[in-house]
């Protein structure tokens, strides 16, 4: 069956940066893109934004834009998200999500089990 | 801000009728899906496509689309329903996804 399986907890101090990881199983990881979603505490869903493990294309929210990065390793079937210049407001769970896409739009059909993470100096 | 607009919170009884719904600001719209949240858990989608119901989800999740507004309908709600719900479009220029601000749903 398909699974997305996450890193676990960080504590982080403002400033620095988090790289979260995202382990796939029970399909082709290339053939399908990965989005990273994430929910501070008491808000709603946050697209952040999406990677293609097979051309390691990449697309982000402007709001992300300079201070996250996207990768893989395809060896591994892993994809990671990188968030740099960590503030307070950064505090929350980050999601990676399965990107199912053709001509019904793109949502997301699998998601990770989520990953806390928590700036405070 | 969200360009999909729901309501925060919607209240039903058991066994009534639950109905949340999308507006999009502007034309054209994108499918519509909905995901279910419970806290401590993962999103679930429970519909895409503005209708269709993946497998493994109950036939009482339904979608439904008038104009520029989806609605998720819980028929027959249950306990276990009670949770956070989310719709996700694509951006106005529909490049990227987008998420309304999500509703919860509670079970009286």
């Known amino acids: 069956q398909v699974q997305l399986v996450q890193s676990g907890a960080e504590v982080k101090k403002p400033g620095a940066s988090v790289k979260v990881s995202c382990k796939a199983s029970?399909?082709?990881?290339?053939?399908?893109?990965i989005n990273w979603v994430r929910q501070a505490t008491g808000q709603g869903l946050e697209w952040m934004g999406w990677m293609s493990p097979n051309s390691d294309n990449t697309g982000y929210a402007q709001k992300f834009q300079g201070r996250v990065t996207m990768t893989r390793n395809t060896s591994t079937g892993t994809a990671f998200m990188e968030l740099r210049s960590l503030r307070s407001d950064d505090t929350a769970v980050y999601f990676c999500?399965?990107?199912?896409?053709?001509?019904?739009?793109?949502?997301?059909?699998?998601w990770g089990q989520g990953t806390l993470v928590t700036v405070s100096s | 801000s969200s360009e999909l607009t729901q309501p925060p919170s919607v209240s039903v009884s058991p066994g009534q009728t639950a109905r949340i719904t999308c507006s999009a600001d502007?034309?054209?719209?994108?499918?519509t899906h909905w995901y279910q949240h419970k806290p401590g858990q993962a999103p679930l989608l429970v519909i895409y496509?503005?209708?269709e119901r993946p497998s493994g989800i109950p036939e009482r999740f339904s979608g439904s689309i008038a104009g520029t507004t989806v609605t998720l309908t819980i028929s027959g709600v249950q306990a276990e329903d009670e949770a956070d719900y989310y719709c996700q479009s694509a951006d106005s220029s529909g490049t990227f996804p987008e998420f309304g601000g999500g509703t919860k749903l509670t079970v009286l």
């Open positions: 496509s503005d209708s």
């Open positions: 999500a399965r990107e199912n896409s053709g001509s019904s739009g793109y949502y997301f059909d699998y």
């Open positions: 029970g399909y082709t990881f290339t053939t399908y893109d």
């Open positions: 502007s034309l054209p719209k994108q499918y």
